[in-house]
Nanobody, 121 residues
């Protein structure tokens, strides 16, 4: 049974940092693409970062390049999203998701429950 469990969301001031974690079970990270998405109130969900199964260079959406870093620990079957220099526009529910294929280009069949990130003074 595939499960994704996110944690690490919090209220943080602008310019602050957070690290999100996603513990995966029921599959291994080296077999599927895995990504971070976010959805702010009234906005469409967007992809933030993604690893293909065999690629160590994640994709990032332009708005987070240079501020966010996605990493993974295959031994722990866990992915992380280090978020620095946070801005109010980063406020959203952040989701971890598993792709149905080995890369980030296909559909996403499994989602975590989400973790709230709020950036506000």
């Amino acid at each position: 049974q595939v499960q994704l469990v996110e944690s690490g969301g919090d209220l943080v001031q602008p310019g602050g940092s957070l690290r999100l974690s996603c513990v995966a079970s029921g599959f291994t990270l080296d077999s599927y693409g895995i990504g971070w998405f976010r959805q702010a109130p009234g906005k469409r969900r967007e992809a933030v970062a993604c690893f293909s199964s065999s690629d160590d260079n994640p994709y990032y959406v332009e708005s987070v390049k240079g501020r966010f870093t996605m990493s993974r620990d295959n031994a722990k079957n866990t992915v992380y999203l280090q978020m620095n220099s946070l801005k109010p526009e980063d406020t959203a529910v952040y989701y971890c998701a598993r792709a149905d294929v080995e890369n980030c280009s296909g559909s996403w069949g499994y989602w975590g429950q989400g973790t709230q990130v709020t950036v506000s003074s």
